[in-house]
């Protein structure tokens, strides 16, 4: 039997590229190009002979398959492949596997947490458990949390490869993906370098049939996790063992070995760091000794022999306890002489200098080395100028420990992070600032290039914001984070938007870029807008960028931004000639369909039917010729025409733009066409109750409500809105105690938004009035009645659609209650306002 050679290397602090561990021909199938173990419809005989073979590793047995909760038939791993380099954390190995042995709640997720300080090994630890324990886990996934918005891309990676409609919005997403998880098996998420508990919460699985392990400096997990293990230094005899790994005769060089072991507090990435200059050099210990500066004073009081790897903990009083008391020791000197290597190897260092302003995970190298040209000069300029340079750089870099991974997907300690950034020139943080605009995508609906987008986003802000720090590439920069930015947003990671967004108009102001300030603003107002809980905020962004923007474009964006505002807030006729002052009469269709859509809206809003009729019609036809008549642009013009068509009782033909728009959105992708489609289908019911077709309209309304009810940002006009058309459908099928509590619902939402929400009070009003009269209370009917009629002519004018339709709700009241002259009246000032409204 031939072995295969394979070149093993740990994300974060494991083994260098020359460490070569020979696998047999059962091992192949848990090795990928990337280094990373991916099994996918092995049989059960297979992955035992590869789990054997690569747990041996670990010095230690793998799980049972007898005690597996899994099906033993497909194992699915993306975590970075074993480190043949790795120190037995002992009590760290059994407290999981007495955590893995526990079969997984149904109801729950348990949660293992692994505590401890930089560079002590917490991430190796978990790969390590995963690693040991993985034949009970038919699914095993890592998750890096190790900035801002990681978790969110991450999940949106995991969700792709689930299968899952990543197009939805992240919190979406979420509920999404544990019901599909579930379908996998037995499943262990690894969430690695998690900042606190506040950072991962909302992130946390919301449903059992599996684990969770997280790797944290925090300490906040009492009460939360399961299991807390904290991870201090390592014992003596394990600090020596690593050398050993490592070759380095530490028999020969007992004392020299201990003492290093000492002089780094027993932390394994700066052992491990210790140990590759020794080879790399082929120093002995003690020429490696002499050449460290020790501090005596700094050094650890404390012996390493003497000090527990772990502590295992309860969560409550006694975690807190437990970790309180952990002996967890930061290095007090550097393993690696950065300033010499700089010297020694200008172009590896060059290269580590430009990675240290990326992520610390999957480090794009493909891009760095496609950019090259055009981005480096100096010394990176040299190590990148060909693939055997690339490739020599890449040797020396991981043969010293200080990255890991593959060429494409590289990996960096926080703490070599650090160290180099002190020492690194921030032009290295300019070229990675103009690498990543140059290849970041631009237009986020294209669903393509998601992926894309998910792996260079981190890489982006960490690089843009660090460049913010130094006032390099001000420009380059601000247009990187407004990409981003727009991505977030599209995805509806809006407070990271905003953040985003904020960033760059600041940079955009810095260099007196009117322009770009302007589009970071509009942005700025279209997220503030969506999240909703800040209308006067959004409307002074959108004021900002109106009056910053010079260009067409950029002056429809900042309108649109504001007209929005203006009409969730009921001002319709500002709205309407916020923009009517903006679209330009010719060839503006195909630039910002947006922008003619809300016109469109606000006509019709603010009383304009014929102007409404008119223009929907012409806009239909200009986005088929504009987009074809498939596309998502075209059904949101074939709503707002329905709507129109509505308003004038036109209700076939209604009924049939409004169809044709749901089936476009339907078949369409993206939280937006999602949301477009419930509207669709909530202004189609409303029309087949006036149909009389209420039976289906109840169906589709139901599913409207408990989309809505169900989502996880509730929108709580939308809610109500809702609620109040369903009334319509549940009092025609004769369900009028449920339409009843339909718009009470309805106006006590509208009502608490108060004054924000009076402007829609009119659409329950005028629904309870006739469903009051149907139940016997004619006399409180026709005073509901009434007030809506006042309130809709004080909200929004005599002559307004609104009104007409409270003055026909008044009109059934009053033919309940047998007035036949004031139920003609009534319907004859609705007509009356509906002829007029034609006619504007």
């Known amino acids: ?93 059994a407290d999981f596997a007495s955590f893995a042995k526990q079969v997984s709640s149904p109801v729950r997720a348990r949660t293992f947490v692994i505590y401890g300080p930089s560079g002590f ?201 437990a970790l309180a008391s952990a002996p967890l020791v930061s290095a007090a000197t550097p393993a690696i002489d950065y300033g010499d290597f700089r010297k020694a190897h200008p172009g590896a260092f060059a290269l580590l200098a430009l990675f240290c302003w990326f992520g610390s995970a999957d480090i794009p190298g493909d891009l760095i080395r496609r950019q090259a040209r055009e981005a480096a000069d100096g010394p990176l300029a040299a190590a990148l100028v060909d693939a055997a340079s690339w490739d020599e750089a890449f ?16 990996g960096l300690h926080d703490g070599v992070r650090a160290a180099v950034r002190a020492l690194s020139d921030p032009a290295n943080c300019a070229t990675a600032v103009r690498m990543l605009a140059a290849e970041f995508p631009r237009d986020p609906t294209d669903t393509s290039n998601w992926a894309l987008f998910d792996s260079l986003a981190p890489h982006a802000t960490q690089a843009a914001e660090s460049a913010a720090q130094f006032g390099v590439e001000p420009a380059v920069r601000a247009d990187l984070l407004v990409a981003v930015a727009r991505y977030f947003h599209h995805r509806d990671y809006l407070d990271r938007a905003a953040d985003l967004f904020r960033q760059a108009a600041i940079g955009y102001q810095a260099v007196n870029d009117s322009a770009g300030e302007s589009r970071a603003h509009a942005g700025l107002s279209r997220v503030l807008f969506n999240v909703g809980a800040d209308m006067p905020a959004a409307e002074d962004e959108a004021r900002t960028a109106l009056s910053l923007a010079t260009e067409p474009a950029d002056r429809c964006a900042a309108a649109l931004a504001l007209a929005q505002v203006l009409r969730e807030t009921g001002r319709f006729d500002e709205g309407h000639e916020v923009l009517t002052a903006v679209l330009q009469p010719a060839g503006l269709v195909g630039q910002a369909p947006e922008v003619c859509l809300e016109l469109a809206n606000l006509a019709r809003r603010s009383g304009r039917v014929g102007t409404a009729l008119r223009d929907t019609k012409a806009l239909v036809e200009a986005m088929a010729r504009e987009y074809g008549v498939g596309h998502p642009s075209t059904g949101g013009a074939l709503r707002q025409l329905g709507m129109a068509l509505a308003d004038v009782q036109s209700y076939d033909e209604a009924r049939v733009a409004l169809e044709n728009s749901l089936k476009l959105f339907t078949v369409a992708t993206g939280s937006d066409s999602q949301e477009m489609s419930l509207k669709a289908e909530e202004s189609l019911g409303t029309v087949l109750v006036r149909l009389g077709r209420a039976d289906e309209a109840l169906v589709m309304l139901d599913h409207v409500v408990a989309a809505r009810e169900g ?130």
């Open 395 to 410: 040797q020396i870099l991981t043969e010293y420990s200080l990255i890991s991974g593959e060429h494409d997907q590289i």
């Open 711 to 840: 989502a996880t940002d509730r929108n709580l006009p939308n809610i109500a809105g809702a609620k109040a058309r369903r009334s319509d459908a549940r009092r025609a099928t004769g369900a009028l105690d449920e339409a009843l509590a339909d718009v009470e619902d309805s106006i006590r939402i509208f009502s608490d938004l108060g004054s924000d929400g009076r402007a829609y009070l009119t659409m329950p009003l005028v629904r309870k009035g006739p469903v009051l009269a149907d139940l016997g209370r004619v006399a409180e009917g026709e005073g509901v009645a009434r007030e809506a009629v006042a309130l809709s002519e004080e909200a929004h004018g005599q002559e307004h659609l609104l009104v007409a339709e409270a003055y026909r709700g008044l009109a059934e009241v009053l033919r309940v209650k047998g007035d036949v002259d004031g139920a003609r009246a009534a319907s004859e000032r609705a007509e009356e306002i509906v002829a007029a409204a034609l006619q504007r």
């Open 121 to 321: 090994g917490k991430s190796r630890g978990a790969y390590a458990c995963a690693e040991r324990e993985f034949g009970r886990y038919d699914f095993i996934w890592l998750l890096d949390a190790g900035h801002d918005e990681a978790l969110g891309l991450a999940f949106s990676r995991l969700a792709r490869h689930l299968g899952l409609d990543e197009s939805i919005a992240w919190d979406d997403l979420r509920d999404a993906l544990w019901p599909a998880l579930a379908a996998t098996g037995r499943w262990l998420l690894v969430y690695d370098n998690v900042p606190d508990r506040d950072a991962v919460q909302a992130f946390l699985p919301r449903s059992g049939g599996g684990d969770v392990i997280v790797t944290t400096q925090g300490t906040d997990w009492q009460g939360y996790a399961d299991v807390v293990t904290a991870v201090g230094p390592l014992p003596l005899k394990e600090s020596v063992r690593l050398f050993q790994d490592f070759g380095i005769d530490s028999e020969a060089f007992a004392a020299e070995t201990a003492a290093i072991a000492k002089a780094f507090g027993g932390r394994p990435l700066d052992m491990l760091q210790a140990a590759s200059v020794m080879r790399a050099e082929q120093r002995s210990p003690r020429a490696y000794l002499a050449s460290l500066t020790l501090d005596s004073e700094n050094l650890p009081e404390r012996d390493p022999a003497a000090t527990p790897a772990s502590v295992a903990a309860p969560s409550g009083a006694a975690g807190t306890a």
């Open 1 to 93: 039997m031939r072995g295969i050679a394979v070149v093993s290397r740990d994300r974060k602090i494991g083994l260098t590229a020359s460490v070569v561990t020979v696998i047999g021909t059962a091992g192949t199938a848990a090795v990928s190009s990337h280094g990373r173990w991916a099994w996918a419809a092995a049989s059960t005989a297979a992955l035992v002979a590869t789990g054997a073979q690569i747990t041996a590793l670990f010095g230690g047995k793998p799980a049972s398959p007898d005690a597996a909760v899994g099906t033993g038939v497909r194992r699915v791993v993306n975590m970075p492949a074993p480190s043949a380099v790795f120190v037995d954390r002992k009590e760290l190995l």
